[in-house]
């Protein structure tokens, strides 16, 4: 793509994707951008802009079409390849991203898990192994993974995410409360930091009394 | 307070507070505004523009007083205070934010958990008990509930984030895969939606490529 786009928009498409995918399930098949914005409470012209960064995909009039643009938003996010993950650390939040169906459906195939716990290693979560962590570095060379889960304490992830990337893991989905220190330029790594969303909860609480 | 602070200041304190007991933990007891920038990535003007929003916290030429701007941001985020959490759906996700420990220690605790399936109603995690979610309308009346967590699935989602509110609990976790519908406006949502984290990083990873 030319033109770099802000996160801020790409945060957003996920979002559209969603909305798209409740629209389709109700045989809606064209949607105007006020309808649209009236559902997702923001404004057209934002939903306008932000489509517009990846080539517009309505025509004056006549509204979008809805299957063609979640297919395409689909594509914009990746969805049109499978992708699959590996989660380090099988406790509940593993096993958790593990039995999730839905990361399935939108193409996330979850093939192993890894921990260090004997009670874990062995099991299979929704069929799945839970490998020892010793086993990482063959498991990772024999398979195609596109993204490591990291689920274990904030401890051992800035050695464990290190390890993934000289293995050539390209993409993390950080749960570790901790920002990874990555020795590599060209890994992406999304997080996921449930504390500080809790505390997020917490301050509109108390700004809310 | 009298003015209003943006939800993207908001967003950012939880990372401080992070920051600042990891500084804690290695006996840092001052650190200058740059030192802080080069640790955490953000410029020195963004720190200081942050902490302005609540007054300062800092002496020209003297740095930050670790423990103190401690102190002062989680009492920003309500962290001197606790907070009871029940919890909606006890599948994998439910347990994990049960048996989550670091939630404990920033002073939320959860005290049940609700569910409609038999083989996971009448029984504990770490302790808490499983209710049916028959019994949700009498245990919220009997107890000081401050959050609820909703790991349930996107279809009951709303049924019972209104039931909560009606029940007179002002604050939602969701983590259900939905824009919550609430009538009412006193209500404060934070949401977690994993399946569109997990589309932002496959984004990155077709760009990256």
Do not use: C
Not at 111 to 139: M, Q, S, Y
């Amino acid at each position: 793509m030319e033109k770099e786009i802000s996160q801020a928009v790409i945060r957003r498409m996920p979002r559209y994707y969603r909305y798209l995918g409740e629209l389709l399930d109700e045989g809606v098949e064209r949607i105007s951008s006020g309808e649209l914005s009236e559902r997702m409470s923001v404004t057209a012209s934002q939903i306008r802009q932000d489509l517009n960064n990846f080539g517009g995909f309505g025509q004056q009039g006549y509204g979008y079409n809805v299957s063609y643009l979640y297919e395409e938003i689909g594509k914009i996010l990746g969805l049109n390849e499978t992708h699959n993950i590996i989660i380090i650390g099988a406790g509940n939040l593993g096993q958790a991203i593990a039995n999730y169906m839905k990361f399935e459906k939108l193409g996330f195939h979850t093939i192993a898990l890894f921990d260090v716990r004997d009670d874990l290693v062995g099991t299979k979560i929704r069929g799945i192994d839970v490998h020892h962590i010793n086993e990482l570095d063959d498991f990772v060379k024999d398979h195609n993974i596109d993204i490591a889960a990291l689920t274990m304490p904030k401890s051992s992830a800035d050695d464990i995410a290190n390890r993934l990337v000289s293995l050539g893991i390209h993409a993390i989905w950080n749960f570790a409360h901790v920002d990874l220190s990555i020795d590599a330029t060209d890994v992406v790594v999304e997080n996921v930091h449930l504390s500080d969303s809790l505390m997020q909860l917490s301050y509109n609480i108390v700004k809310n009394h």
